[in-house]
């Protein structure tokens, strides 16, 4: 069964930075696009970054574009999010993603989310 994994969340200083990672097994997901979300408390969930099967292509939110940095390891069955400046406002639930169209279609698979929580 495919599952998605991540990984690398914790409490951080606003202007500290984090990365997260998401591992994928059960399947190889080299030609998907990838992408991370996030929801914070009381709010829907919301696009943060999105990459499409080589990784050639990027696409951010505004709100985290310039701060983040998504990239993909497809020999490892792995994406990443690099994240620096991060604000208070940036606190949530992150979850990747994995789906078989493009970053802006709906995916597929999700893993179980990882808490980023960052202190003013």
């Known amino acids: 069964q495919a599952q998605l994994v991540e990984s690398g969340g914790g409490l951080v200083q606003a202007g500290g930075s984090l990365t997260l990672s998401c591992a994928a097994s059960?399947?190889?997901?080299?030609?998907?696009?990838k992408g991370w979300f996030r929801q914070a408390p009381g709010k829907e969930r919301e696009f943060v970054a999105g990459?499409?099967?080589?990784?050639?292509?990027?696409y951010y939110a505004d709100s985290v574009k310039g701060r983040f940095t998504i990239s993909r390891d497809n020999a490892k069955n792995t994406v990443s999010l690099q994240m620096n400046s991060l604000k208070p406002e940036d606190t949530a639930v992150y979850y990747c993603?994995?789906?078989?169209?493009?970053?802006?279609?709906?995916?597929?698979?999700w893993g179980q989310g990882t808490q980023v929580t960052v202190s003013s």
């Open positions: 993603a994995a789906g078989r169209g493009s970053w802006y279609d709906p995916y597929q698979y």
């Open positions: 990459i499409n099967w080589s990784g050639g292509s990027t």
């Open positions: 059960g399947r190889t997901f080299s030609s998907y696009a």
